[in-house]
């Protein structure tokens, strides 16, 4: 498996909703990124898990909170967020830090805020 | 502060012809430097990546030149084929591989 999964695809949210976007990868990997992709931008990093422990928080507001359960999950949960928050959702995973390694990047969760 | 310059932002090469992007950096921590290709709706995939000790790197019909001197590198895509459409994102690594930045992407059309 070479895969990073992520659910939902597409996501709509009112403001006052709480929700959850989910990430999956089996193949061994050690971290896992959070990135945020705006149409017609780069992708820029949010949270950076390293062995189940936040380890990078690129002054993301706290209405994103991370979460990785275990070594193969990670989730992001969504609260109170503004129609601003619009965007791309990208989980990524690397064999670990401490090291370059190549990324492998999810599909993405297309995410709505009304 | 952008760390990662990326140009041109947007090219059009026709079938056959050769795809060339460039990119600058400033952060001599860099020392990862991937490319992906994303088509719409998709992440990012990883294309071709070096490390600085190497000037030049093949594979297939993508080739990444570097220059460590300068702190410029490119991509060159030979015989471009319409499936290349897509936007192109360089990026680097530091040397703790976990703060990964891109440049500012190409968007690439390869005419028919």
């Known amino acids: 498996d070479t895969e990073v999964t992520q659910t939902p695809k597409h996501l709509v949210m009112g403001m006052t909703n709480k929700k959850s976007l989910k990430c999956e990868q089996h193949?061994?990997?050690?971290?896992m990124y959070w990135y945020k992709q705006k149409a017609k931008k780069p992708p820029e990093l949010m949270f950076v898990y390293s062995y189940e422990k936040l380890s990078i928080n690129e002054s993301v507001p706290s209405r994103f909170s991370p979460e990785c359960p275990n070594s193969s999950l990670l989730n992001l949960h969504l609260h109170a967020l503004q129609p601003e928050d619009s965007a791309l959702y990208l989980c990524?995973?690397?064999?670990?830090?401490?090291?370059?390694?190549?990324?492998?990047f999810g599909s993405g969760t297309r995410l709505t805020v009304v | 502060q952008q760390q990662v310059k990326q140009s041109p932002q947007s090219l059009i090469v026709q079938k056959g012809g050769i795809s060339i992007i460039n990119c600058a950096y400033e952060n001599t921590a860099f020392d990862y430097f991937p490319w992906y290709q994303q088509f719409p709706g998709k992440g990012p995939a990883l294309l071709i990546a070096?490390?600085?000790?190497?000037s030049e790197k093949k594979e297939g019909r993508f080739t990444i030149s570097f220059n460590k001197s300068a702190k410029q590198f490119s991509l060159h895509i030979m015989d471009s084929q319409p499936g290349d459409s897509a936007t192109y994102f360089c990026?680097?690594?530091?040397?703790?591989?976990?703060?990964?930045?891109f440049g500012g992407g190409t968007r690439l059309m390869v005419k028919p």
């Open positions: 990026a680097a690594n530091n040397n703790a591989g976990n703060m990964l930045t």
């Open positions: 193949m061994g990997h050690r971290a």
């Open positions: 070096i490390r600085p000790d190497v």
């Open positions: 990524a995973s690397s064999q670990g830090t401490g090291r370059s390694y190549g990324y492998t």
